[in-house]
């Protein structure tokens, strides 16, 4: 079954009133959206009146993701970085969610709807898309705004997602969970080999050295080093209490997962455009247990990704595909 929406009342597209040139380079800016290893999993084809959005399923990544959840999560961050591409010339989108049964990798089609001028806050969200890195560094000992939570709260239930803010508690307990993934994950079959593949250098996808901030010392921060760290690796001084955030959807089927990666981008880019650093944090959510004990199952409620945020340095992009990779021809 398809979910149609669109970014404004009414639903119902108008006449093509946007160029190839002009949706191409909506794509273009779609790839920017962040993806598990970088592996940048999508692909679309541009049609008579907007974009269609497809899986590339061969970068998958088998091991820990082996039901494509994290797939669909960054090609819903891809589609909503295009809506956003789309509203920022003027247009609002109109969207459907599996609109073809007989195609699955057609995840979304997109079409291009009535004129409309982009507002402020569409202009500040679309200005951070260049910005939007995942930051792997140490963290400032500053505490965020409540303002600024409840933004980052409101960006996730635009999306439909919930977005909730881990407490001392909470917070403690996600850190353990995350140490006890991540030693699951280094011994699961295929792991180590998986991750390689997608840390060769001068590859245009995947995760560079330069991408791998320093060693914590004290395992405060639940963040992957991807095996670039030397066996002697400087540390950093890590903050010792990072602000968590689990993000969630009610139900836990396709659909919800592309919600998920929507969601998870509006935020990424709200706290961009506020001037904080973020970091995506999958590693508990790739262990089933692990997984569970950080939903509300019973209530319908299932933990998506975990959100790293605070104020810090700031880092360099990683590499994206070449336009020609993943835009399909008609």
Not at 30 to 48: E, K, V, Y
Not at 202 to 212: E, T
Not at 246 to 262: C, F, K, N, P, S
Request: glycine share 8%; charged share 20%.
């Amino acid at each position: 079954m398809s979910i149609t929406r669109t970014d404004a009342p009414g639903g119902r597209a108008a006449l093509p009133a946007l160029s190839r040139a002009v949706l191409t380079d909506c794509v273009r800016t779609a790839t920017a959206a962040p993806s598990l290893h970088n592996s940048q999993p999508w692909r679309f084809r541009i049609t008579g009146d907007g974009v269609d959005v497809y899986t590339d399923s061969g970068r998958r990544l088998d091991v820990l993701d082996p039901a494509g959840r994290e797939l669909l999560i960054s090609v819903g961050a891809a589609l909503f970085t295009l809506r956003l591409a789309i509203r920022r010339k003027g247009f609002r989108p109109v969207f459907a969610l599996f609109p073809d049964a007989e195609d699955a990798g057609l995840v979304a089609r997109v079409a291009v709807g009535p004129p409309a001028a982009a507002t402020p806050a569409v202009e500040a969200l679309a200005a951070a898309v260049a910005h939007r890195h995942t930051n792997r560094w140490p963290f400032a000992q500053t505490a965020v705004p409540g303002v600024a939570l409840s933004h980052l709260r409101d960006a996730a239930r635009r999306e439909g997602a919930v977005l909730a803010v881990a407490g001392p508690t909470a917070r403690d307990a996600i850190v353990r969970l995350s140490q006890v993934a991540n030693r699951r994950l280094q011994t699961r079959a295929g792991y180590r080999a998986e991750r390689s593949r997608w840390t060769v250098p001068r590859r245009r996808d995947g995760v560079p050295r330069s991408a791998v901030g320093p060693w914590d010392a004290l395992e405060t921060v639940p963040v992957r080093d991807f095996g670039l760290l030397p066996p002697h690796a400087a540390t950093g001084a890590f903050e010792p209490y990072p602000t968590l955030l689990v993000l969630a959807t009610e139900g836990d089927g396709r659909t919800q997962w592309v919600t998920a990666g929507q969601a998870l981008q509006r935020v990424l880019l709200t706290a961009t455009w506020q001037n904080l650093a973020t970091t995506p944090i999958s590693q508990p959510i790739e262990v089933p247990a692990i997984r569970r004990l950080l939903s509300a199952a019973a209530e319908g409620r299932w933990a998506q990704m975990i959100i790293r945020i605070g104020y810090g340095r700031q880092v360099v992009a990683t590499p994206r595909r070449r336009l020609s990779e993943v835009l399909v021809q008609p």
